[in-house]
C-alpha cells in the first residue's frame, strides 16, 4: 500500500521557520518526482514547490521562491520543504504529493499520490 506521511508542521510566528518532511512507503519512490501543495481555507490547492527523482531539478511557485527549499533525502524517498521568513499568507494544510515519473510537474492533477497533509499556522 503506497503511503505518504507529511510531518514537521505547526504553529510559528511570521518571519519564523519550518521544515516540513514526507516520508514515503509502499513503493520505490526512488525514480520518480514529488512535490508539495497547500490549501487555505476557502481557496482551491496550490502548488508550492516539486523536485524531480534526483534532485538536480526544482520548480517554486512565486509565493515561495527564495524563502522555500525543497529536497530530498539521501535514500530519495524523502522530501522536505524548508520554510524560512514565513507569512500569515502562508497559513495552509501543506501536501506531499508523488508522480509515477521522473520529471517535476506544477500541476495537481500529474500526481498519483498524496498524503493527509500536515498543518501550518503563522500567526501576525
Known amino acids: 500500500q503506497v503511503q505518504l506521511v507529511e510531518s514537521g508542521g505547526g504553529f510559528v510566528q511570521a518571519g519564523g521557520s519550518l521544515r516540513l518532511s514526507c516520508a514515503a512507503s509502499g513503493r520505490t519512490f526512488s525514480r520518480v518526482a514529488m512535490g508539495w501543495f497547500r490549501q487555505a481555507p476557502g481557496k482551491d490547492r496550490e502548488f508550492v514547490a516539486t523536485?524531480?527523482?534526483?534532485?538536480?531539478?526544482?520548480a517554486y511557485a512565486d509565493s515561495a521562491k527564495g524563502r522555500f527549499t525543497i529536497s530530498r533525502g539521501s535514500a530519495l524517498n524523502t522530501v522536505y520543504l524548508q520554510m524560512n521568513s514565513l507569512k500569515p499568507e502562508d497559513t495552509a494544510v501543506y501536501y506531499c504529493a508523488a508522480r509515477g515519473t521522473i520529471s517535476i510537474s506544477t500541476s495537481d492533477s500529474a500526481y498519483a499520490y498524496w498524503g493527509q497533509g500536515t498543518q501550518v499556522t503563522v500567526s501576525s
Open positions: 523536485i524531480n527523482w534526483s534532485g538536480g531539478s526544482t
